[in-house]
T-cell receptor, first 116, second 110 residues
Framework: DTEVTQTPKHLVMGMTNKKSLKCEQH?????MYWYKQKAKKPPELMFV???????INESVPSRFSPECPNSSLLNLHLHALQPEDSALYLC???????????????FGSGTRLTVV | GENVEQHPSTLSVQEGDSAVIKCTYS??????FPWYKQELGKRPQLIID?????GEKKDQRIAVTLNKTAKHFSLHITETQPEDSAVYFC?????????FGDGTTLTVKP
């Protein structure tokens, strides 16, 4: 399996709702990422998990809460979002290295989130 | 933090011509430079990458060059085809974190 699977593909939520985005990979990758992408813009890093531990939080508001239950799964819990949070949320995974090597990402197809 | 600039923002070529996209980065500690292709409505896909200890890498019609001194790297696509039309993103990576350029929309006219 060489894919990253994200669910749901589309999500519409109100500003008072709580929802979760899910991401799964079975490539044995030990680094997983959440990126946010607005239309006609590059992906913008939100969180990095390395060996199931949060290693980077790019000063993301607390209404976004990541979780990595095991080496194959990554969740993003959403609560009290704002309309400006509407975007494509991309999960990615890569090989991880305890040193300083970096690796390319395999991206999921994303969840298109609309906050109303 | 790292800053990546990418040029041009749009590029239109005739089928069969070559296309070149250029990126510069700011942090000399960046050591890995991937390129991603994103077709409309699809996920970004890694097409080629280069590490800081290599000056050039080629894979069929695509190649990437890196000038560490100038902090500059480029993507070269030869014999372009209509299916090469997409948005191309460069990125610079430090310890697991990739910073993306703003993207280049490549259009290949048949």
């Amino acid at each position: 399996d060489t894919e990253v699977t994200q669910t749901p593909k589309h999500l519409v939520m109100g500003m008072t709702n709580k929802k979760s985005l899910k991401c799964e990979q079975h490539m044995g990758h030990r680094a997983m990422y959440w990126y946010k992408q607005k239309a006609k813009k590059p992906p913008e890093l939100m969180f990095v998990y390395s060996y199931e531990k949060l290693s980077i939080n790019e000063s993301v508001p607390s209404r976004f809460s990541p979780e990595c239950p095991n080496s194959s799964l990554l969740n993003l819990h959403l609560h009290a979002l704002q309309p400006e949070d509407s975007a494509l949320y991309l999960c990615a995974s890569s090989q991880a290295d305890m040193g300083f090597l970096n690796y390319g990402y395999t991206f999921g197809s994303g969840t298109r989130l609309t906050v109303v | 933090g790292e800053n990546v600039e990418q040029h041009p923002s749009t590029l239109s070529v005739q089928e069969g011509d070559s296309a070149v996209i250029k990126c510069t980065y700011s942090d000399s500690a960046s050591n890995y430079f991937p390129w991603y292709k994103q077709e409309l409505g699809k996920r970004p896909q890694l097409i080629i990458d280069i590490r800081s200890n290599v000056g050039e890498k080629k894979d069929q019609r695509i190649a990437v060059t890196l000038n560490k001194t100038a902090k500059h790297f480029s993507l070269h696509i030869t014999e372009t085809q209509p299916e090469d039309s997409a948005v191309y993103f460069c990125a610079a990576s430090i310890t697991g974190k990739s910073t993306f350029g703003d993207g280049t929309t490549l259009t290949v006219k048949p």
